[in-house]
């Protein structure tokens, strides 16, 4: 008799971020309750000693910095062991030199999941792709502890870092002001009032409010904002 598929489990944006425990290279962390107050970027990736895998936490590591400015926290994980982690991340650190990186020290905690128990939680396996390595999953968690943003990348596709700093960004522009985001947005951008979803016509709600409101139409209506305001209000 021919089986059923397995039924694989994903939690959705909007949703608590499904609880765990795990084992990292800095310790033990409970999720994403250690995490309170704070943005975490949690995100997997295929393998150890891989040349895209190591391409990325070469990236993010680089990027730590700029993170912690936007109180955002970078976890990631994969099916691999504590030892093969440590490895790995010494490995990056003593001997790869890439696109002008070098000495680069990963900081932040890397789960190890050989049980694969945390990955299959956040969907991380997809069979389709690999039965035996995660995906290049992202989940952006805000600081209740809410999933905002997901996004899957298949295994021979290395992530842009940028897009996960401009998505982080936009999401707390977007919290602070009650505004929504354009495509493509970059801070310094006008901004769509009032945000998609909320009730009224953007029209009705807008006109008269504030001089430097446009609208185009009874739908769609934006406001400026400069940089310096949004970051005025994000950065820590
Ligand atoms: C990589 O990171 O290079 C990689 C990992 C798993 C499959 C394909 C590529």
Redesign the pocket.
Known sequence: MEQEPEVIAMPRIGEDAPSFTAVTTQGTIKFPNDYRGQWVIFFS???DF?????S?FMTFASMQAEFKSLNTELLGLSVDGLYSHIAWLRTIKEKIEYKGMKDVEVTFPLIEDITMEISKKYGMIQPGE?NT?AVRAVFIVDPKGKIRTIIYYP??LGRNFDELKRVIIALQTADAFEVATPADWQPGDDLIVPPAGSCGTAKERVEGKDANIKCYDWFFCTKPLSKEEVFKAIQK
């Not at 891989?50 to 190591?54: A, F, I, Q, R």
């Open positions: 990736h295929p393998a891989t040349p895209v895998c190591t990325e690999s390595k295994l021979s």
